[in-house]
Nanobody
Framework: QVQLVESGGGLVQAGGSLRLSCAASGSIFSINAMYWYRQAPGKQRELVAVIRSGGSTNYAESVKGRFTISRDNAKNTVYLHMNSLKPEDTAVYYC??????WGQGTQVTVSS
C-alpha cells in the first residue's frame, strides 16, 4: 500500500518562500517519477513539476525559475522549493507518484 504525505504548506507574503515535502512509503521510491500538482479554487488541477528517476525535471511555464523540485531517495521524499511566491500561486498542492497515488494535499496561501 503506497502512502504519500505532504507537509510544509502555510501562509506567506508575496515574494516569500516555502518548501513542501512529500514523504512516500510502501514501494520502491527511487525508480518512480514523482510529480507536484496544484489546484486553485474554481480551477482545474494542474501539473507544476516532475522529477524522474534519473533526476531530470520539467516545470510549468508559470513557475519556471521560481520553483525547484528535488528528491532524496534515501529519505523517500520529494520536495518542492518555492521562491518569489505570488498570490496566484495560492492553491492546494498535491504530490503524485507510483502510477496514480496521490497525497492528501497541503494548502499554500500567498498574501499580497
Amino acid at each position: 500500500q503506497v502512502q504519500l504525505v505532504e507537509s510544509g504548506g502555510g501562509l506567506v507574503q508575496a515574494g516569500g518562500s516555502l518548501r513542501l515535502s512529500c514523504a512516500a512509503s510502501g514501494s520502491i521510491f527511487s525508480i518512480n517519477a514523482m510529480y507536484w500538482y496544484r489546484q486553485a479554487p474554481g480551477k482545474q488541477r494542474e501539473l507544476v513539476a516532475v522529477i524522474r528517476s534519473g533526476g531530470s525535471t520539467n516545470y510549468a511555464e508559470s513557475v519556471k525559475g521560481r520553483f525547484t523540485i528535488s528528491r532524496d531517495n534515501a529519505k523517500n521524499t520529494v520536495y518542492l522549493h518555492m521562491n518569489s511566491l505570488k498570490p496566484e500561486d495560492t492553491a492546494v498542492y498535491y504530490c503524485k507518484g507510483f502510477g496514480d497515488y496521490w497525497g492528501q494535499g497541503t494548502q499554500v496561501t500567498v498574501s499580497s
